[in-house]
């Protein structure tokens, strides 16, 4: 429900559901090239490299492991995202919609890196982990892909659908002594 919860404060992390859609993009083995080339055709984007993300005007390309991207575009209907993805990069790569199995968040706001921390197991300081930078990791016992979207800063955190509601309950427990403001959905 949309509102403010925990303590008052003038810098409150802000928290909403994000409407996506996630289609998983692997190259198959030899296929590399080829791949990037026709995932350039379609999103007027480059695969970017190991623990990095590039954010399009259509979609963002989020490095999840070896020669294995996620697309985050806007909410399609089922299958649409996907059905396309594997339309245009053919034999290169496999195509898995990953939209009714993962929640996407936005965490944002001058604290939501000390609400992060407080459950996260790798280094969010702004010298080890940046805009753009991607992270497959383990929040509050979650595992979670975690995308720094600005400087604000601002994540993206896309996390298994069984898991959301608990996750959400860590965030809010989290930002309980900062003040969260939970936003509608975008």
Not at 43 to 52: F, I, N, V
Not at 66 to 80: I, K, S
Not at 83 to 95: D, E, K, M, Q, T
Request: proline share 9%; aromatic share 4%.
């Amino acid at each position: 429900m949309p509102g403010r919860r925990g303590a008052a404060g003038p810098d409150p992390a802000r928290l909403c559901e994000w409407r996506v859609s996630v289609v998983e993009v692997a190259a198959r083995r030899g296929q590399g090239l080829d791949f990037a080339a026709r995932v350039n055709a379609a999103l007027a984007l480059d695969p970017p490299a190991a623990g990095q993300a590039r954010v399009g005007a259509a979609a963002s390309l989020l490095w999840i492991a070896p020669e294995a991207w996620l697309v985050v575009a806007p909410p399609e209907p089922p299958g649409a995202l996907a059905l396309r993805l594997a339309s245009a990069v053919g034999p290169s790569a496999a195509v898995m919609d990953q939209s009714s199995g993962l929640s996407a968040l936005r965490l944002s706001g001058v604290r939501a890196r000390q609400v992060l921390a407080k459950g996260c197991r790798i280094d969010l300081h702004p010298r080890a982990f940046r805009t753009d930078q991607v992270a497959r990791t383990i929040i509050a016992q979650v595992p979670i892909i975690l995308h720094q979207a600005d400087e604000l800063p601002s994540y993206t955190l896309l996390v298994p659908r069984t898991l959301a509601i608990s996750f959400v309950e860590f965030l809010l427990e989290a930002s309980a002594e900062f003040c969260c403001e939970i936003g509608p959905p975008l």
